[in-house]
């Protein structure tokens, strides 16, 4: 199995259309390196608790990796509010001047609300914290498996109660769109703030040339692009965490074909 998590990794494995899916083109290739003890592979499993499995480590491992970088906009944000604590600006309400405040202080809001993303992906975390492998189709295994030691050899903290929601349940993907469109939100409104300030009606702020685009035909035009796309890519994450509701809200229990289409919307988001 490592030998062909190597050969995928490096674009070298070679899918068969013929085989349904990933798990049969895995199964057939191991049958050719191992021979007939390959077809083990499916014992006390089905690819509806095997999916889930997967989608819940994938989601863990992005989560992570999230909040690696959460931690990075947090700590470069905070440098730049250690030097401007006396640099004073003027305070919005309706953006109409209100208040005399200080830059770092303006700053120091979006910490408060990156941190609170950081706290929603980790109780996302805490939350999909549970094994669904076992619960095979839709009603267990007749082997006499342990579900308490898969758990544990796969780093999740107890099994799945309830077979029948455990293949249904995508509550997981929804908490985990919904954790990113918040904080998608939150990049959206300072990037539209510093759209804003670099704007000529405000020219509070000059930005660097590393993110800027000039124009073809104005060349004194130094356009924000970069905090553009930011803004803009908020909107298609939003719809994807509507795309999983709308997937969801009209299925009976318990697995439907609808729900292959969860893997996509989360990669994109």
């Known amino acids: ?55 819940k480590i994938w989601i863990k491992s992005a989560t992570k990796e999230l909040n690696i970088n959460l931690d990075r906009v947090i700590k470069s944000t905070l440098k730049i509010a250690e030097k401007n604590i006396e640099t004073v600006m003027p305070g919005f309400t309706h953006l109409k001047n209100a208040q005399p405040i200080s830059l770092a202080h303006y700053f120091m809001a ?35 498996i342990d579900r308490n030691y898969t758990s544990k050899k796969l780093g999740f903290n107890r099994p799945t109660n309830n077979s029948i929601d455990t293949v249904s349940d995508r509550d997981f993907v929804l908490d985990f769109l919904f954790s990113i469109s918040v904080c998608s939100m939150h990049i959206s409104r300072i990037s539209e703030e510093l759209i804003i300030w670099n704007s000529d009606g405000f020219n509070l702020i000059h930005l660097s040339d590393k993110i800027v685009t000039g124009s073809s035909i104005m060349p004194q035009k130094k356009n ?26 009209g299925l009976p229990l318990s697995y439907f074909k609808d729900l292959q289409d969860d893997k996509e919307i989360v990669f994109k988001s």
Do not use: C
Request: no cysteine; hydrophobic share 35%.
């Open 1 to 55: 199995l490592q030998k062909i998590q190597r050969e995928i990794s490096k674009n070298n494995f070679e899918f068969d259309k013929k085989y349904e899916d990933i798990h049969m083109n895995i199964e057939k290739k191991l049958f050719q390196l191992i021979g007939e003890e390959a077809g083990y592979i499916h014992t006390a499993r089905s690819r509806n608790d095997q999916v889930i499995t997967d989608l």
């Open 110 to 144: 979006y910490v408060e609300m990156f941190r609170r993303d950081k706290r929603r992906f980790i109780h996302n975390l805490e939350s999909l914290n549970e094994n669904p492998l076992g619960v095979a189709a839709l009603s267990g295994t007749s082997f006499n």
């Open 224 to 249: 924000p692009d970069l905090l553009e796309y930011l803004r803009g890519k908020t909107g298609s994450i939003f719809g994807n965490l509507f795309s999983m509701l709308t997937i969801l809200k």
